[in-house]
C-alpha cells in the first residue's frame, strides 16, 4: 500500500471506532433486550412480543457495532504491521482476535429469530431452544482478550500506539479472560465475575476512542510529513 492508502485506511479505522462507541451507548441505553433467563418462558415471549421493534433494532445495532469493531481491529492490525514490518507477528494475534468477535453475530441472529418466531405464534418450552445461550459481552470477551493481547504487546514494541494504551490493552485483556468465567456461575448479573467484565467493557470504551484519536492523528501528521517532503524537493 502507498502513503495515500495507508492514511485513508487508518482514517477510516477511527471512523469505525467511534462509531463502535456510538453503537454501543445507543444499545446500552435505547433498544431494549430480551428478559434474563431467570423468567418464565412466557413472560420471556410476552417482552418479545410487545417489544418487538426496539429488540429487533438492538440486533440491528449490534450487527452494526460488530462490523464497525471488526473494521476498527483490523486497521489496528494492519497498522501494527506496517510498523513491525517482517520481524513481528503481534498484528497476527490481533487479527485473530478481532476477527473471532464475530461470534456476536450469532448472537443477533439467535434474537432475531427468536422474535421472529414469537410473532409468529410459537409458544410454550419449545422457545428455549432458540433462547441466546449468553450476552454477546460473555460471548466475544475471549476474542476481545486475544485482540487486546495482540494490540498491548505489538503496540508496545512498535510505539504505533502511546505507551499508556499498550498497558491498559494488557489490563483489558486479563479482565476480558477473569471476566469470562461469569458465565460459569448461576447469577443472571455473572456474580462477583461479573465486576471484571464490567470493567472490562468500560474501559474497552476508553481505548477504542483513544486509539481512533491516535490512528487519526497519525494520519494527519503522515499527511503532513509528505506535504513537506513534496515541497522540499520541488
Same mark, same amino acid.
Given at each position: 500500500?502507498?502513503?495515500?492508502?495507508?492514511?485513508?485506511?487508518?482514517?477510516?479505522?477511527?471512523?469505525?471506532? $467511534?462509531?463502535?462507541?456510538?453503537? %454501543?451507548?445507543?444499545?446500552?441505553?435505547?433498544?431494549? *433486550? +430480551?428478559? &434474563?433467563?431467570?423468567?418464565?418462558?412466557?413472560?420471556?415471549?410476552?417482552?418479545?412480543?410487545?417489544?418487538?421493534?426496539?429488540?429487533?433494532?438492538?440486533?440491528?445495532?449490534?450487527?452494526?457495532?460488530?462490523?464497525?469493531?471488526?473494521? %476498527?481491529?483490523?486497521?489496528?492490525?494492519?497498522?501494527?504491521?506496517?510498523?513491525?514490518?517482517?520481524?513481528?507477528?503481534?498484528?497476527?494475534?490481533?487479527?485473530a482476535g478481532?476477527?473471532?468477535?464475530?461470534?456476536?453475530?450469532?448472537?443477533?441472529?439467535? @434474537?432475531?429469530? %427468536?422474535?421472529?418466531? @414469537?410473532?409468529?405464534?410459537?409458544?410454550? *418450552?419449545?422457545l428455549?431452544?432458540?433462547?441466546?445461550?449468553?450476552?454477546?459481552?460473555?460471548? $466475544?470477551a $475471549?476474542? +476481545?482478550?486475544? %485482540?487486546?493481547?495482540?494490540?498491548?504487546?505489538? *503496540?508496545?514494541?512498535?510505539?504505533?500506539?502511546?505507551?499508556? +494504551?499498550?498497558?491498559?490493552?494488557?489490563?483489558?485483556?486479563?479482565?476480558? #479472560?477473569v471476566?469470562?468465567?461469569? @458465565?460459569?456461575?448461576?447469577? @443472571?448479573?455473572?456474580?462477583?465475575?461479573?465486576?471484571?467484565?464490567?470493567?472490562?467493557? +468500560?474501559?474497552?470504551? #476508553?481505548?477504542?476512542?483513544?486509539?481512533?484519536?491516535?490512528?487519526?492523528?497519525?494520519?494527519?501528521? &503522515?499527511?503532513?510529513?509528505? #506535504? #513537506?517532503?513534496?515541497?522540499?524537493?520541488?
Open positions: 500500500m502507498n502513503d495515500s492508502s495507508d492514511r485513508l485506511l487508518d482514517r477510516v479505522g477511527a471512523a469505525a471506532g $467511534i462509531a463502535v462507541f456510538a453503537l %454501543f451507548l445507543a444499545i446500552v441505553m435505547v433498544a431494549p *433486550a +430480551l428478559p &434474563a433467563p431467570n423468567r418464565s418462558i412466557e413472560a420471556i415471549a410476552r417482552a418479545a412480543a410487545d417489544d418487538a421493534t426496539g429488540i429487533l433494532l438492538g440486533s440491528y445495532l449490534g450487527a452494526l457495532m460488530s462490523g464497525a469493531l471488526l473494521v %476498527f481491529g483490523a486497521s489496528v492490525a494492519a497498522r501494527m504491521r506496517r510498523a513491525e514490518a517482517a520481524g513481528g507477528g503481534w498484528w497476527l494475534i490481533a487479527l478481532i476477527s473471532a468477535t464475530a461470534v456476536g453475530l450469532a448472537t443477533d441472529a439467535i @434474537v432475531t429469530t %427468536f422474535v421472529r418466531s @414469537v410473532g409468529h405464534g410459537v409458544r410454550g *418450552a419449545t428455549w431452544i432458540g433462547y441466546p445461550s449468553g450476552p454477546d459481552g460473555v460471548l $466475544i $475471549i476474542p +476481545l482478550a486475544v %485482540f487486546f493481547l495482540g494490540a498491548g504487546l505489538g *503496540a508496545r514494541s512498535t510505539a504505533i500506539l502511546p505507551r499508556w +494504551l499498550g498497558n491498559l490493552a494488557l489490563a483489558l485483556a486479563a479482565l476480558f #479472560v471476566g469470562a468465567g461469569s @458465565v460459569t456461575g448461576s447469577e @443472571v448479573d455473572g456474580g462477583v465475575l461479573g465486576l471484571p467484565l464490567l470493567l472490562g467493557y +468500560l474501559g474497552l470504551l #476508553v481505548w477504542i476512542v483513544s486509539a481512533s484519536i491516535s490512528l487519526w492523528r497519525g494520519a494527519t501528521v &503522515a499527511r503532513s510529513g509528505a #506535504v #513537506v517532503l513534496q515541497g522540499a524537493e520541488s
